[in-house]
């Protein structure tokens, strides 16, 4: 084995003859390859390497691609070369070690997320293979945006992290990250962010449904999004446990495969106003349009109404900008049934097309910023978030050409929604009663 690295790092050396190295070398992506560097297309601006040589390091260096690099091997390494970074002005160098075949602790794994989270842009993460690296970068994505076990799954398979698609021994490495994530059923995930927001997600094992709770923790006020008439007492429940104040009851359209609890939700508390697009057909305290804003604290905590038609004639998404509250936290947009994770709403009723949801889709939610975090209205396999980036490259129904897509809804041949008929009537009420 120990020959083998040898040789691999003579080749990594080959790849790049250093005494013909200009000052401003451009780093293709071939070149990048030869040397076993990766980057992978989530989130973009990381790298991954396995050990270099301290001349190509140094050339690389030299070139001004990288602003930060984290070395996670044992700083008794032959291949830690502290004194090339002394002398890289404006890169910074930090030593964080991620111990294999797991982590010593989960402190040591934080305190290499921690580096990863606060290094500047563009960094290079680097180990003996890359397998730590890309471990590493996975926990730091799964940790920040909140993936369940099956999210990060998706992601890895996807974006082919080394750790899970083409290691080898990397079986303890990956059980002890996806040990540490949850799934949908395992309750709800609160998160109390260091910004006024406060954040929940809910799930409902029976129609696959999520439900968010939205709220600021200055105003003690909050929204519940798409929230299901059989989990009323649960979600009534977390907004007490909370110490919040329920506004609203919002529908990003008017639902098929269950009955929402808005009209139960205001029959016990009728201060809470219910909320649906004017477009939707169906009845609301509240019918809003493209544009409009549903207020929880003014100027720190609102969801902006996107129209996004084409699951239905009423669908509407939700963008949450969060950058703006100072947090670090992405923003996050509420796609309803018109994206889904890896997928999309059917077309195929209640005024549905599919050229519309394309449309709506491509001008309107990959318009957005790649970082922005996708909630979706439900999902099937143990997944719970993704991001714009994600879905732009990785989504096999919304990459596709229009025509493409099109065609491939139309032959799609799904059963109808087994609530339809009763869930339907009940949703066009919305909560209000005559």
Known sequence: MAAKLCRDVDARQDAFDVSDAQPKVELTQEFLTQLGVEIPSIPGDVSLSGNLPSAVISA???????????FIDSTDSEFYFPEVFSE?????????EWSKPVPASDAQADAVVEAIETLPRPLMVQCKTGARASAALAYW?????????????????????????RCMVCGPMTEWLLERLSAPGDGPSVSLSDSPL???????PVSSTFT??????????????????????????????????????VNTHCHADHITSGGAIRKERPDVKTVISRASGAKADVLVDDGDRIVIEEGVVALEVMATPGHTDGCTSFLLKCKPLGSKQEDMVFTGDTMLIRGCGRTDFQQGSSERLYQSV?????????????????????????????????????????????????????????????????????????
């Open 198 to 204: 406060i954040f929940a997600q809910l799930f409902d």
């Open 212 to 249: 968010y709770l939205v709220g600021s923790r200055n105003t003690k006020t909050c929204l519940l999004l798409d929230p299901v008439l059989e989990q009323k007492d649960r979600d009534l429940a977390l907004v007490d446990e909370l110490g919040l104040v329920l506004r609203y009851v």
């Open 141 to 165: 994505l799964a940790k920040r945006r909140g993936y369940s076990v099956e999210s990060m799954k998706q992601l890895a398979s996807d974006a082919d992290l080394k750790c899970f698609t």
């Open 60 to 70: 690389m260096l030299s070139t001004g691609r990288y602003k930060a690099w984290l």
């Open 88 to 96: 890289a002005a404006g890169v910074k160098m930090v030593a964080s």
């Open 362 to 434: 491509h001008s309107k939610l990959f318009t957005l910023d790649e970082s922005t975090l996708v909630y979706p209205g439900h999902d099937y396999k143990g997944r719970t978030v993704s991001s714009i980036g994600e879905e732009k490259k990785y989504n096999p129904r919304l990459t596709k050409s229009e025509p493409e897509f099109t065609k491939l809804m139309s032959e799609l041949n799904l059963p109808y929604p087994k609530k339809i008929d009763v869930a339907l009537p009940a949703n066009l009420q919305c909560g209000v009663q005559d």
